[in-house]
């Protein structure tokens, strides 16, 4: 059905309906984001009270940066005289200042800004499949399962104090990696990829797939063929092993000495540069709102955190070594790869749970991933980009709570979607990974049913 539809968008009509068709396309993505929105907005819970977002927001604008302790219940750090700092970086408060500026403090529920960053992050997804010279049926599909088919589904419909933060977070990610695939403004890149640092820092760690893609001037795209796989990637099994030791023992000092002197040469220093400038102007203003709360450029309150009894996050059962520790690492990736749904004898019989579920059931065709493996600047930052900040994210003593899959698979969801459009670029959009998108979907509405009906284990 969404080939269906995506291939009526493309219907070649006749001549006298010319103006109409071209305004299928745009029309297409106001639906696709109206929708979004609607949808996620419709079936997520109220998330009142549930967060300082909009509290921040508005002693932001009152010109102090702490809250009241009028919502105990919530993630505080004390800050003495009935005064609490939110732990978290500011960002996702700032984007809420116009908000409350405009419609006043009585806001305070994140479910409809969330759907709202999730739909336009849908038409972000659609324009980074478009820079890799995809065709339209194949980014919407694509672009459909991001929205529908991945644990976007249920953070962009639930909101809340961590799930408004992941929205913003792949949104900004977003915005930077289309224009560094078109190789343009990198300090505007790099603004918007220190503005997804100020709402999850793990995202810091997707700074050296940004790197790679402004490496070259223009952006690696620039200059390619129709595809962005250049004609001189050759598959690893593709050379016999015969002629790849005859070529290692002959020449590898040279070729070594050869290409670096060349990867060298294609620095884009002033791309680079202006990348650097443009993330180091928020960073600084980061690094100055973490020392007024908390006298370190560092320190954004994680491991602050006081409960209403007053005991330490760092008291809790999963926090032995600390917040992030290598000892978490196989509970990250049980939580991400292998824990699955519950059954009990009782309708609907198979139920998600709150723990969460394995990004493979929940987002299956991630595992067209392992096909990704060729020789292709573009391909080294998308797996940069996912591996990096996810595998911090694999360390955290938490795995996630309250998550319909693994919620953090979101800090490296839009590089995912970057290695997925750069192998349908290649190879064609397959009936296996159409299948596998529909699956996603399919998964996430049960999930999303159930969940919405009160049949979810804890």
């Known amino acids: 059905m969404i080939v269906a539809v995506a291939a009526f968008a493309r219907h070649q009509w006749p001549s006298r309906f010319g103006g109409l068709r071209r305004l299928a396309w745009p029309a297409s993505l106001l639906a696709l984001f109206a929708g979004a929105f609607l949808l996620y907005a419709f079936i997520g819970p109220g998330q009142s009270d549930t967060d300082g977002w909009f509290p921040l927001a508005t002693a932001m604008l ?24 939110l732990p ?13 500026a405009i419609f006043g403090e009585g806001i305070s529920d994140t479910n409809g800004v969330s759907a709202l960053a999730g739909a336009f992050d849908l038409l972000l997804v659609f324009a980074m499949l478009r820079a890799l010279r995809l065709d339209r049926v194949e980014s919407m599909v694509l672009t459909l399962g991001f929205g529908f088919g991945s644990e976007v589904f249920y953070v962009a419909a639930t909101g809340g104090v961590h799930h408004w933060t992941e929205m913003l977070t792949v949104g900004f990610i977003l915005g930077a990696m289309n224009l560094a695939l078109r190789g343009r403004t990198p300090w505007l890149a790099g603004v918007l990829f220190a503005l ?3 709402c999850r820092p ?38 016999t092993a015969t002629a790849a030791a005859a070529r290692a023992a002959i020449g590898s000092v040279r070729s070594a000495a050869s290409g670096l002197a060349r990867f060298v040469r294609e620095i884009n220093w002033p791309g680079i540069m202006a990348l650097a400038l443009g993330a180091g102007l928020i960073g600084i203003w980061l690094a100055w709102y973490n020392v007024a709360r908390f006298g370190s450029p560092t320190e954004f309150g994680y491991d602050l955190i006081r409960g209403q009894d007053g005991s330490s996050v760092l008291s ?89 899959g693994y919620r953090f698979i979101l800090d490296g969801l839009p590089f995912a979607w970057l290695l997925l459009g750069l192998l349908v670029a290649r190879n064609g959009l397959t009936r296996g990974m159409v299948l596998a998108i529909l699956v996603g979907i399919e998964v996430s509405l049960y999930g999303m049913a159930c969940i919405a009906s009160g049949f979810v284990t804890s």
């Not at 809250?67 to 750090?77: C, F, K, N, Q």
């Not at 978290?88 to 409350?100: E, G, Q, T, Y």
């Open 62 to 85: 009152h010109g102090h940066l702490w809250i009241d302790g009028s919502r105990p219940w919530i993630e505080l750090v004390p800050a003495g005289n009935g005064q609490y700092y």
């Open 196 to 198: 997804a640092v100020g």
């Open 316 to 404: 809790e059962a999963w926090y032995k070594y600390g917040i992030v520790s290598p000892f978490y690492l196989a509970r990250g990736l049980y939580s991400m790869l292998l824990r699955g749904w519950e059954f009990n004898e009782n309708f609907p019989w198979v139920e998600p749970s709150w723990a969460g579920c394995s990004v493979l059931f929940t987002t299956p065709i991630l595992v067209y991933l392992v096909r990704c493996r060729w020789r292709d600047p573009l391909i080294l930052a998308g797996w940069l980009g996912l591996v990096l900040p996810v595998g911090l994210d694999l360390m955290h003593g938490n795995p996630g709570y309250a998550q319909f």
């Open 88 to 100: 978290f970086p500011p960002i996702p408060a700032v984007v809420l200042m116009p908000i409350v």
């Open 202 to 239: 793990t995202a810091l760690l997707a700074a050296p797939a940004l790197v790679v893609l402004y490496w070259r001037a223009g952006g690696w795209l620039a200059g390619r063929a129709e595809s962005p796989v250049s004609s001189s990637d050759v598959a690893e099994g593709e050379e």
